[in-house]
C-alpha cells in the first residue's frame, strides 16, 4: 500500500510569484486536506476536498486554491506569493470524506521558501 | 471558541521510563475527535492514536495510550517504556463535528535520554 506522497520536497519562489504544490493520496482514500505549517507552529487547516468538491476551508485568502482529480490527487496553488508563505505544506489524505472519524495520514510535506 | 492546548513546550524522559504529554480542548459540539500525531525532525506527521468522544474505554496502540477525561476536556497521551526514537514534536488534533479539518495544538518537543 502506497502512502501520501508529495512533490516537490523542496521550492523557493519569490515574492508575487505562483506556485503549484502537488499531493497523491494514499491508496483507497477518496479526501485530501492541507495544512500550512510555519516553523515552530501547529499545522493550520487551508481547506479539504472530498470527491473533487472542496469540503470545507480554514481562514485563507483565496489567493490560497485548490483542485481534487478523478484518481484523488490534489493541489494547491497559491498565487501573489508573499514572505509569510514561507512554510512547510502538508497534504492528508482519509477515506471517510473528513468527519470527525476519520484519521487522516500525512505526506511528507513541501518545504516552501519565499524570497 | 474550538481549540486545543498544550501546556508543556518541552519535556524530558529517561529512556525505558514512561511520560505523559498534556492536552486539554474546547469545543461544544457533542461529537469530535481527538488524534496524537509524531513529528519527527524530518517533518512528516505520522498518526499514533485515536479516542472518538462517544468511546467509554481509553485508546491504545501499543506503547501509546490516550487518558480521556472528558469532564475535564483533556486527552492526554501517555507513552510507557520510551525509547531513543520517540524524541519528536508531539502534537494534539482535535476534529469537531462534521468540519472536515484537523485543529493543532502548539506541539511539545519530547526528548528521550539513554
Known amino acids: 500500500e502506497t502512502g501520501v506522497t508529495q512533490s516537490p520536497t523542496h521550492l523557493i519562489k519569490t515574492r508575487g510569484q505562483q506556485v503549484t504544490l502537488r499531493c497523491s493520496s494514499q491508496s483507497g482514500h477518496n479526501t485530501v486536506s492541507w495544512y500550512q505549517q510555519a516553523l515552530g507552529q501547529g499545522p493550520q487547516f487551508i481547506f479539504q476536498?472530498?470527491?473533487?468538491?472542496?469540503?470545507g476551508r480554514g481562514n485563507f485568502p483565496p489567493r490560497f486554491s485548490g483542485l481534487q482529480f478523478p484518481n484523488y490527487s490534489s493541489e494547491l496553488n497559491v498565487n501573489a506569493l508573499e514572505l509569510d508563505d514561507s512554510a512547510l505544506y502538508l497534504c492528508?489524505?482519509?477515506?471517510?470524506?473528513?468527519?470527525?472519524?476519520?484519521?487522516?495520514?500525512f505526506g511528507p510535506g513541501t518545504r516552501l521558501t519565499v524570497l | 471558541a474550538q481549540k486545543i492546548t498544550q501546556t508543556q513546550p518541552g519535556m524530558f524522559v529517561q529512556e525505558k521510563e514512561a511520560v505523559t504529554l498534556d492536552c486539554t480542548y474546547d469545543?461544544?459540539?457533542?461529537?469530535?475527535?481527538l488524534f496524537w500525531y509524531k513529528q519527527p525532525s524530518s517533518g512528516e506527521m505520522i498518526f499514533l492514536i485515536y479516542?472518538?468522544?462517544?468511546?467509554?474505554q481509553n485508546a491504545t496502540e501499543g506503547r501509546y495510550s490516550l487518558n480521556f477525561q472528558k469532564a475535564r476536556k483533556s486527552a492526554n497521551l501517555v507513552i510507557s517504556a520510551s525509547q531513543l526514537g520517540d524524541s519528536a514534536m508531539y502534537f494534539c488534533a482535535m476534529s469537531p463535528y462534521n468540519t472536515g479539518k484537523l485543529i493543532f495544538g502548539q506541539g511539545t518537543t519530547l526528548q528521550v535520554k539513554p
Open positions: 479516542q472518538g468522544s462517544y468511546d467509554q
Open positions: 469545543t461544544s459540539d457533542p461529537s469530535y475527535g
Open positions: 492528508a489524505s482519509s477515506s471517510a470524506g473528513g468527519g470527525s472519524t476519520d484519521t487522516q495520514y
Open positions: 476536498y472530498y470527491r473533487e468538491e472542496e469540503n
